[in-house]
T-cell receptor, first 112, second 114 residues
Framework: DQQVKQNSPSLSVQEGRISILNCDYTNSMFDYFLWYKKYPAEGPTFLISISSIKDKNEDGRFTVFLNKSAKHLSLHIVPSQPGDSAVYFCAAGEGSNYQLIWGAGTKLIIKP | ETGVTQTPRHLVMGMTNKKSLKCEQHLGHNAMYWYKQSAKKPLELMFVYSLEERVENNSVPSRFSPECPNSSHLFLHLHTLQPEDSALYLC?????????????FGPGTRLTVL
């Protein structure tokens, strides 16, 4: 059973609008959450992270929100740009552990 | 060359072949990882090496055999694979071996087992 779920395989958003990517998790022991972005033929690259002691972390156009009671996190991209078209992976883990548990990814398409 | 490199980028092999995947990092990191990504599935961690010692082995079948001769190089030796082993194999490295350290990924090796 997947501990980290990204229920939307794909998402299409108009350029300039807000993109919201969602991620749900089941393990209440997770205390660190990350988003990675992946372009075709490249490896994933780190985007933004959040610790469980926070409920929001912002970096430029990217903001991650964490709702611990709902075991839900989301990544907001605003405004969306064509270069944001990629697959976005959510990952989670416990700080003392080596292992990140990954979601299956959401393909974001930004329409001009 | 900078970052994390992987060779070959594509590999087609029969079930009786033996091949190796190579990963090299030029970032001065001391932890390296092998991941498997099957189509439309999450990344699965296979192995973790920290300071050249294997610290994680996620119940991976013995037909996959990792080797880390030094902190810059990581190999994945493959033998008698099955068609279901066809996937994208990603290598990553990080400064430390806990998950607070950002992992830097290579572009992956697309493996097809016939």
């Amino acid at each position: 059973d997947q501990q980290v779920k990204q229920n939307s395989p794909s998402l299409s958003v108009q350029e300039g609008r807000i993109s919201i990517l969602n991620c749900d998790y089941t393990n209440s022991m997770f205390d660190y959450f990350l988003w990675y972005k992946k372009y075709p033929a490249e490896g994933p690259t780190f985007l933004i992270s959040i610790s469980s002691i926070k409920d929001k972390n912002e970096d430029g156009r990217f903001t991650v929100f964490l709702n611990k009671s709902a075991k839900h996190l989301s990544l907001h991209i605003v405004p969306s740009q064509p270069g944001d078209s990629a697959v976005y992976f959510c990952a989670a883990g416990e700080g003392s552990n080596y292992q990140l548990i990954w979601g299956a990814g959401t393909k974001l398409i930004i329409k001009p | 060359e900078t970052g994390v490199t992987q060779t070959p980028r594509h590999l087609v092999m029969g079930m009786t072949n033996k091949k190796s995947l190579k990963c090299e990092q030029h970032l001065g990191h001391n932890a390296m990882y092998w991941y498997k990504q099957s189509a439309k599935k999450p990344l699965e961690l296979m192995f973790v090496y920290s300071l050249e010692e294997r610290v994680e082995n996620n119940s991976v079948p013995s037909r996959f055999s990792p080797e880390c001769p030094n902190s810059s190089h990581l190999f994945l030796h493959l033998h008698t694979l099955q068609p279901e082993d066809s996937a994208l194999y990603l290598c990553a490295s990080s400064k430390g071996d806990n998950l607070y350290n950002e992992q830097f990924f290579g572009p992956g090796t697309r493996l097809t087992v016939l």
